[in-house]
Nanobody
Framework: QVQLVESGGGLVQAGGSLRLSCAAS????????ITWFRQVPGKEPAFVAA????????VYADSVKGRFTISRSNTNNTVYLQMDSLKPEETAVYRC?????????????????????WGQGIQVTVSA
């Protein structure tokens, strides 16, 4: 099991940037893919980006390609999400999550129902 804690959220103007961090603890972090989802009230979590355990493969939602960058430091047990050119409609609670160890397929990574370990979430608000 891996425990996850997000930080770095807040209020930013449209077009601005934020960097989220997901600090992990637990023995399986270096073997775990980590994914960012975002959620608004009344809706299911929406896939944003994922990074495999080695850090050499990433997956992005089409809506964030070219603006968001996911990265990880297995030394610091942290995954980052750099978000640039933010839009008001991207206001949400952002949560990092870890799927079962060994989950690598794109379809599985994008399915929030696969995940068992979740952070508590952090608010990102993008003002118009």
């Amino acid at each position: 099991q891996v425990q996850l804690v997000e930080s770095g959220g807040g209020l930013v103007q449209a077009g601005g940037s934020l960097r989220l961090s997901c600090a992990a603890s637990g023995s399986t972090f270096s073997r775990s893919s980590i994914t960012w989802f975002r959620q608004v009230p009344g809706k299911e979590p929406a896939f944003v980006a994922a990074i495999l355990n080695s850090g050499d493969s990433t997956v992005y939602a089409d809506s964030v390609k070219g603006r968001f960058t996911i990265s990880r430091s297995n030394t610091n047990n942290t995954v980052y999400l750099q978000m640039d050119s933010l839009k008001p409609e991207e206001t949400a609670v952002y949560r990092c999550a870890a799927p079962p160890v060994g989950t690598r397929h794109r379809v599985a990574l994008m399915n929030w129902k696969v995940y068992r370990s979740w952070g508590q979430g952090i608010q990102v608000t993008v003002s118009a």
